[in-house]
């Protein structure tokens, strides 16, 4: 299986191909740095970040949403909390 990485060999007739070494780095755009450092900032929801006390992650995906986005006012629950997306996985 190395071997494909390198060249590939068709069984029935003898033939090298040549692969390249591709050497690219992933390159942020200016947009992207935020999201790309913090995949926590914005609200699933509302697509804002800020108020972070009042921020939830759910605890299958790591989704974040605000507690006022979902319908929990400002009020933090106790115990796991799952978004709409997990909770028939996560049940």
């Not at 995949?39 to 972070?52: A, F, R």
């Not at 929990?72 to 106790?78: A, D, N, Q, T």
Request: glycine fraction near 6%; charged fraction near 25%.
């Amino acid at each position: 299986m190395e071997m494909s990485k390198v060249e590939s060999r068709c069984p029935l007739r003898i033939v090298v191909i040549q692969v390249p070494k591709r050497d690219r780095v992933y390159q942020p755009s200016e947009e992207d740095p935020r999201s790309y450092l913090d995949p926590y900032g914005n609200c699933s929801e509302c697509h804002q970040e800020g108020d972070d006390d009042l921020t939830l992650l759910c605890d299958f995906c790591d989704s974040p949403s605000h507690t006022y986005c979902v319908g929990l006012g400002r009020v933090v629950p106790e115990g796991n909390w799952y978004c709409d997306g997990c909770k028939p996985v996560a049940l």
